[in-house]
């Protein structure tokens, strides 16, 4: 992945500016709360730093969250595809109306069906998001098709117990997959695949005024 740091910088303040607007309007999530705040520009950032391609997002039931929006923004700046799967019983335009809040709703692609099954339609996916209240989530563990050059996959609402493995955990010693894996939240684990770590270039700073 070629990495842009200008990029990276306008979807951390564009999603940055759209989190410290978002309760003062009309426009919000249902009674979904925003939560991990900094854990959302930054994954904004990431995204779109990386200029990444395919991007998709396995949704729980409760539809479109904050990290949806974040995405969104980042495939905005990076021009890359953002594909969301959605349950059966979540309305897409309704998922439409609340990103149109946000003048984002022509940016992303939902799909209804089961993730199991549709993701096998994509390949080469740069930047994965799955929810693990996806009862199958493990299942999506082996069938995903991740570019093996670059690629970066984050978990969300990962329970430590039971049969609650990382992706990390699964990959590890596969042969030819080199892949380090860091918490970045309260049930939040990214894990990044196939990449030679080059932080020289890799920076930006960012600036502004309460």
Known sequence: MKWSA??????????????KIQYGKDCKLGPIELIQPQ?????????????TKVM???LSNEGVNPLTIALAVAAKHCGGRFICFLDQ?????????HLSCYDLED????????????????????FAVIDCKFKDYLRLFQIIDLNRRGSIVVLT??????????FGEVLRGKRGIQCVTLSIGEGMELTRIGMTCNHENRRFHVTYEN
Do not use: W
């Open 6 to 19: 200008q990029d990276a910088m306008k979807a951390y303040l564009h999603t940055l500016q759209l989190f």
């Open 89 to 97: 019983e979540q309305d897409i335009e309704d998922c439409k109306s």
């Open 157 to 166: 609402n990962l329970v430590r117990k039971g049969n609650g493995a990382g």
């Open 107 to 126: 940016v992303v692609e939902f799909i209804h069906g089961n993730p199991c099954e549709v993701i096998t339609q994509f390949k080469n996916i740069d």
């Open 56 to 58: 998709v997002q396995v």
């Open 39 to 51: 854990s959302m520009e930054f994954l904004s950032a990431l995204a779109a730093g990386n200029q």
